[in-house]
């Protein structure tokens, strides 16, 4: 085997210019160093000189090796800021004994002991997919400052200050609490369906309303009754104090008639008389979560199903509402408010699990219900001839009260939360649930 001449490694200022070659360089000099290794270990007829000669040669391969690796590392960390590009120990790109085939740094008599592998994996040099690899992350790596700048491994993102201005949300963040409304929304909703100056009216719906098909009334136009309905429905999300009447109205959209967008612009009216309402989040409150279910009876008069209302609240901040008209008709009120409980339950096991990702855990959580009969078939489940065709589904809130999740107890109809979310109800008593509800004006802690 003759001797190899010396090869001067490239410039580095070279290398940086061919950064997306330099695996390749690695594979080869490493396959070459293999090679050239195994040579020596199995060529017994070359003389002691040539050999000295090539193991000087391996050892400058292994340096090359070394800056070509530690160059790809400079050039991924380029746009990494100072405060995330150190790394722990165990995240040291330079580490060559972690996996990457033969160990370039070892003692050379090791090197005679050991079988020619490959040394170089391109897929596993690149150090910023190692470690996003890793779970052995730093917290300043995965967290970060809060008052920083958000910095992540390409780029970096600027904190534009205090959150104000959200997908149309307004949130005012004061020293009492948080105060979310979508004030410019609704402006820009009266006057895109020109109800702007329309007078307002203290309640969004009728007390006696009784929306029906209407198969005789004046048709109007679907396209303009729906695109008012998306409107209320996205208006929903600050103001649940509108969330039965728009669904009750959102009901005939398929063929609306007259009398269906007169209710609809009675509530277009009653925003205008509230135009800047919202829910406030008070600051300092306790974390219990709480329940409030609640039912009509057949009160659709098309089908005569009943409508589901519940409202759950952590501490004095209303954090999630519905009101949705039941899949089934029932034969009694305890029987709707049965199903109706069922359903509020799972709302509730679900902001369980989501509240424990946060490390609150809450067991025997209260659910309030105004009617005593569905609480006794809750913690009796004997087959009764009233409840036996109850269907299955709605049963599984009695194997949570038996595993202490929930307890369902009873409230009087008047501290029913929400029975706003059920029926239409006069001016007073609509008044003072949406007050306990926290939908207020701002300028009432202004």
């Not at 090359?64 to 160059?71: A, G, Q, S, T």
């Not at 048709?219 to 303009?224: E, F, H, M, R, S």
């Not at 089934?328 to 408010?337: D, I, R």
Request: with cysteine; aromatic share 8%.
């Amino acid at each position: 085997m003759s001797p190899v001449k010396d090869q001067v490694p490239p410039k580095w200022s070279h290398l940086h210019h061919k950064a997306k070659l330099l695996p390749l360089i690695i594979q080869v000099q490493a396959n070459l160093y293999n090679n050239l290794k195994f040579n020596i270990n199995n060529n017994n007829n070359n003389n002691n000189n040539n050999n000295n000669q090539v193991q000087v040669y391996l050892n400058k391969l292994k340096n090359n090796i070394n800056n070509y690796r530690k160059l790809i590392y400079l050039n991924n960390q380029h746009q990494v800021t100072k405060s995330s590009s150190s790394h722990d120990d165990d995240d040291a790109p330079f580490n060559n004994n972690e996996g990457q085939g033969e160990d370039l740094n070892h003692d050379e008599g090791q090197e005679d002991s050991q079988e020619s592998t490959p040394i170089a994996d391109t897929r596993r040099e690149d150090p910023t997919t190692r470690h996003l690899r890793l779970k052995s992350h730093s917290l300043r790596n995965v967290i970060g400052d809060l008052k920083s700048k958000v910095t992540t491994r390409r780029f970096e993102m600027s904190m534009m200050g205090e959150l104000k201005y959200f997908l149309r949300f307004e949130i005012k963040q004061m020293r009492q609490g948080t105060f979310i409304n979508q004030a410019k929304y609704l402006q820009d909703m009266l006057k895109r369906f020109d109800m702007k100056d329309a007078k307002g009216i203290g309640t969004p719906m009728h007390l006696k309303c009784q929306l029906s098909l209407d198969e005789t009334g004046k048709a109007v136009d679907p396209k303009l009754y729906r695109s008012m309905i998306g409107s209320l429905l996205y208006l929903c999300a600050s103001r649940p104090d509108i969330m039965l009447s728009v669904g009750m109205c959102a009901r005939f959209q398929a063929s609306p008639k007259e009398s269906h967008i007169v209710a609809v612009k009675r509530i277009f009216r009653y925003l205008v008389d509230t135009p800047h309402f919202g829910l406030w989040y008070p600051r300092d409150t306790d974390f219990s979560l709480v329940g409030f279910t609640d039912s009509d009876w057949a009160g659709d008069k098309v089908d005569r199903k009943s409508t589901s209302g519940a409202c759950h609240f952590l501490g004095r901040s209303l954090v999630c509402w519905s009101s949705k008209k039941q899949n089934c008709v029932s034969v009694s009120t305890a029987e709707a408010e049965y199903v109706a409980a069922a359903s509020s339950s799972a709302q509730i096991l679900w902001m369980r699990l989501t509240l424990w990702d946060c490390g609150l855990e809450y067991r025997k959580v209260p659910l309030l219900c105004d009617n005593e009969s569905t609480i006794k078939i809750t913690y009796n489940p004997v087959l009764h001839g009233k409840t036996k065709h109850i269907e299955i589904r709605n049963h599984f809130i009695r194997d949570h009260i038996a595993r202490g999740d929930i307890v369902l107890s009873f409230i009087g109809t008047k501290e029913q939360l929400a029975d706003i979310f059920t029926k239409p109800l006069d001016e007073k008593r609509f008044i003072e649930l949406r007050h306990e509800l926290n939908i207020i004006d701002p300028s009432n802690f202004a």
